[in-house]
């Protein structure tokens, strides 16, 4: 298994990359998540997000006005985590209005035209969608169009891209001093566990089940991660990931009959509040505006589906729900501590995630903590 956070050859290579030209030089070249070489004219005053998520990672850097070299998203982040949205526009109601909605990257309601209209000088793409973009070919006719697209990951292999993602995003931003503040926290939060888990024996590792979006299709189980994003989570917590020892890959449906004939140690599920994209949603509704004595009788009410209750996760009470949007934000240092905190409660006692969210909206973050991110079964 790779050591927790060792740095690969590639990434080196991507983190050296990124400061191998002068400072603030023009033109001023990188290397992106996807290993392309992107040269911009100078640093980007105005960008697109082909995910409006993406503030989960440039909030950190551009505290003070994270908008400020953003001029329109993609609106995921309203539609699928309109908690952050709603703490983003109290804290930025002038500048969350003036978004522009650019439609999906990846689809056919995407404007070019817009892009040129408000004259971007550059688009972020998620790693996940490179294959998608290039498919498109909306890399070429944005590059004819003198639009550069560069890539970063909090999403595919949040672990392993996340430190050179943010490396990235801070040079792109004129944000360096902050990125390095960034990951220095980013790291010390995850050796909290890393350096803990490392020395556990395989046999005292618990197999997990991790039910991705669980409650997204009431009628529908189970989608889960292999060894990837939330799976990886897992591993790092000190858990042996169902879904890595079934498939390769990032995720697959799995069957209740299967599900059913594993019998994990441990059910996890995530959760977010979908409620107003997705009324019929029987998830969890965690995020900023959760409702603490609503998320009990959901998590019971996921608990009670037919093929789950009599699984010995739920009879001994070792079934928990997590903030969906961890998997997709720097900030999943905080899920795999709560993880390790379920899976190995006697070895992380002074372990506080309540207090590292804290801090990181404390020092990170344009606005305060508040809601509920993670919920267990009643007992």
Same mark, same amino acid.
């Given at each position: 298994m790779r050591h927790p956070l060792t740095y690969t050859a590639a990434f080196?290579?991507?983190?050296?990359? *990124?400061?191998?030209?002068?400072?603030?030089?023009? &033109?001023?070249?990188?290397?992106?998540i996807a290993g392309r070489q992107v040269t911009l004219p100078d640093a980007p005053e105005r960008i697109i997000l082909g995910e /409006?998520?993406?503030?989960?990672? !440039?909030? $950190?850097?551009?505290? #003070?006005? &994270? =908008?400020?070299?953003?001029?329109?998203?993609?609106?995921? *982040?309203i539609l699928y985590d309109p908690d952050? =949205?709603?703490?983003? @526009?109290?804290?930025? $109601? #002038?500048?969350?209005?003036?978004?522009?909605?650019? /439609?999906?990257?990846?689809?056919?309601?995407?404007? +070019?035209?817009?892009?040129?209209?408000?004259k971007a000088d550059l688009l972020l793409l998620d790693l996940g969608s490179l294959f998608k973009a290039e498919e498109t070919s909306l890399i070429e006719k944005l590059d004819e169009a003198g639009v550069p697209v560069v890539f970063i990951d909090f999403r595919r292999d949040p672990t392993a891209?996340? +430190? $050179?993602?943010?490396?990235?995003?801070?040079?792109?931003?004129? @944000? %360096?001093?902050?990125?390095?503040?960034? +990951?220095?926290?980013?790291?010390a939060e995850m050796r909290k566990v890393t350096n803990v888990v490392q020395s556990l024996p395989v046999d005292e590792k618990p197999l997990v089940f991790m039910e991705n979006a669980a409650g997204w299709s009431p009628e529908y189980c189970c989608n889960t991660f292999g060894s990837y994003n939330y799976g990886r989570f897992i591993e790092l917590a000190?858990?042996?990931?169902? /879904?890595? %020892? @079934?498939f390769a890959g990032y995720s697959s449906e799995v069957s209740l009959e299967g599900l059913i004939a594993a019998d994990p140690d441990v059910l996890l599920g995530t959760g977010a509040n979908w409620a107003a994209a997705r009324p019929e949603v029987t998830a969890t509704l965690l995020g900023y505006q959760a409702n603490t004595v609503d998320n009990d009788a959901r998590i019971q009410a996921l608990a009670d589906r037919v093929g789950f209750k009599n699984l010995r996760a739920v009879q001994t009470g070792r079934m928990h729900s997590i903030y969906h949007q961890f998997y997709n934000?720097?900030?999943?240092? !905080?899920?795999?501590?709560? +993880?390790a905190k379920w899976l190995h409660p006697e070895d992380f006692t002074d372990l506080d995630s309540n207090a590292t969210m804290a801090k990181l909206h404390d020092e990170f973050m344009p606005?305060?903590?508040? /809601?509920q991110f993670w919920v267990s079964l009643p007992k």
């Open positions: 080196a290579a991507t983190a050296f990359s *990124l400061f191998a030209t002068s400072a603030l030089a023009d &033109p001023m070249t990188v290397t992106d /409006g998520r993406m503030m989960y990672a !440039i909030a $950190p850097l551009a505290t #003070e006005n &994270p =908008f400020e070299h953003v001029v329109g998203w993609k609106d995921d *982040l952050a =949205f709603e703490k983003f @526009k109290a804290a930025f $109601p #002038e500048d969350t209005a003036r978004m522009v909605n650019f /439609g999906n990257p990846y689809a056919g309601d995407f404007s +070019i035209e817009a892009v040129l209209e408000n891209n996340s +430190i $050179p993602s943010m490396l990235l995003l801070g040079r792109l931003l004129e @944000k %360096e001093a902050r990125a390095a503040e960034f +990951i220095d926290f980013y790291v000190g858990g042996r990931n169902y /879904g890595s %020892e @079934k934000s720097p900030y999943h240092f !905080i899920a795999i501590q709560q +993880i606005f305060a903590t508040a /809601g």
